[in-house]
Nanobody, 123 residues
């Protein structure tokens, strides 16, 4: 079974920082695209930052200059460093990966989502 486990959310004051982590586990032979998404109350889920197929980073305009996505391939882990947080960054943050895994003796690619971690920016 392949899963993503997120950590690092919490309550932070405006201007503060948080680092989110997303660790993949299972019989993984490769990971493709990786990204962070968020969903604020009453809004649709949106992309925050991602590594594309070529390993290059893409950021939402709202995240540029404040957030940094990174990865540790040896640990199958992805991070999101969030600085200068604003009220409007309050949301549930989800990680997403396309994972190549061996399941029941067969290699397959799966899109996997983390369970979500709540980030609350409040004074």
């Amino acid at each position: 079974q392949v899963q993503l486990v997120e950590s690092g959310g919490g309550l932070v004051r405006p201007g503060g920082s948080l680092r989110l982590s997303c660790a993949a586990s299972g019989s993984i032979f490769s990971i493709g695209t990786m990204g962070w998404y968020r969903q604020a109350p009453g809004r649709e889920r949106e992309l925050v930052a991602m590594f594309n197929t070529y390993g290059r980073t893409n950021y939402a305009d709202s995240a540029k200059g404040r957030f940094t996505i990174s990865r540790d391939n040896a640990k199958n882990t992805m991070y999101l460093q969030m600085n200068s947080l604003k009220f409007e960054d309050t949301a549930v943050y989800y990680c997403n990966m396309w994972i190549g895994a061996t399941m029941s003796g067969s290699d397959r690619w799966l899109e996997v989502w983390g369970q979500g971690t709540l980030v609350t920016v409040s004074s």
